[in-house]
């Protein structure tokens, strides 16, 4: 039968009131609940990211600057590898020169005319047989005798360059060298 409605609403206020709460509509409240805790978390979650990633992109950076620190010496072995390269390869080149050329030292003349500071004359030039060099030459002035000095030092061609009598005074001098090729 139909249930008889009352539209007393105040009547109807005053017994919903004082009836229990249903079971159905405790697990709407506890859904609710839910949703709301979920939404508080992602929004928490969104508030925290720019935090994590900034944390996360702290860690990357130290990761990659270790990696760049231990590639450093790595760089720094590649340099020195490829220099003692190129002196090596300098050092076959001038002996293929010497093998090739045991009588004729033209090709070394090359090389070393290359090394003559501007001005420099050669009296002598003397090639042994014991990859010994014999060298007269006239610098024109001491600051020259210091270019060819380095110049014939930093060849590599040479196992030992000194030269021992220079005058400081500004005026042409003449040096008797006697080197040893490598």
Same mark, same amino acid.
């Given at each position: 039968?139909?249930?008889?409605?009352?539209?007393? *609403?105040?009547?109807?206020?005053?017994?919903?009131?004082? !009836?229990?709460?249903?079971?159905?509509?405790?697990?709407?409240?506890?859904?609710?609940?839910?949703? %709301?805790?979920?939404?508080?978390?992602?929004?928490?979650?969104?508030?925290?990211?720019?935090? &994590? %990633?900034?944390?996360?992109?702290?860690?990357?950076?130290?990761?990659?600057?270790?990696?760049?620190?231990?590639?450093?010496?790595?760089?720094?072995?590649?340099?020195?590898?490829?220099?003692?390269?190129?002196?090596?390869?300098?050092?076959?080149?001038? !002996?293929?020169?010497? !093998?090739?050329?045991?009588?004729? =030292?033209?090709? &070394?003349?090359?090389?070393? /005319?290359?090394? *003559? =500071?501007?001005?420099?004359?050669?009296?002598?030039?003397?090639? !042994?047989?014991?990859?010994?060099?014999?060298?007269?030459?006239?610098?024109? /002035? =001491?600051?020259?005798?210091?270019?060819? %000095?380095?110049?014939?030092?930093?060849?590599?061609? *040479?196992?030992?360059?000194?030269?021992?009598?220079?005058?400081?005074?500004?005026?042409?001098?003449?040096?008797?060298?006697?080197?040893?090729?490598?």
């Amino acid at each position: 039968m139909r249930e008889k409605r009352e539209f007393n *609403f105040a009547l109807r206020w005053e017994q919903k009131i004082n !009836q229990k709460p249903s079971h159905r509509l405790l697990g709407l409240e506890v859904k609710m609940l839910g949703r %709301w805790a979920g939404g508080a978390v992602l929004i928490m979650a969104v508030a925290a990211a720019p935090w &994590l %990633w900034e944390y996360k992109l702290q860690s990357d950076l130290k990761q990659v600057n270790g990696n760049i620190n231990q590639l450093r010496e790595v760089d720094v072995l590649w340099q020195q590898a490829k220099s003692l390269q190129k002196q090596v390869q300098s050092q076959t080149e001038l !002996q293929t020169i010497m !093998q090739k050329n045991a009588h004729d =030292p033209g090709p &070394l003349w090359v090389k070393l /005319n290359s090394l *003559f =500071p501007l001005g420099t004359v050669v009296n002598a030039f003397a090639l !042994q047989a014991d990859k010994g060099l014999t060298l007269t030459i006239a610098v024109p /002035n =001491p600051v020259d005798v210091a270019q060819l %000095w380095i110049k014939l030092r930093d060849s590599n061609f *040479f196992q030992e360059v000194d030269i021992q009598n220079v005058s400081l005074q500004d005026k042409v001098q003449t040096l008797n060298l006697n080197l040893k090729l490598k």
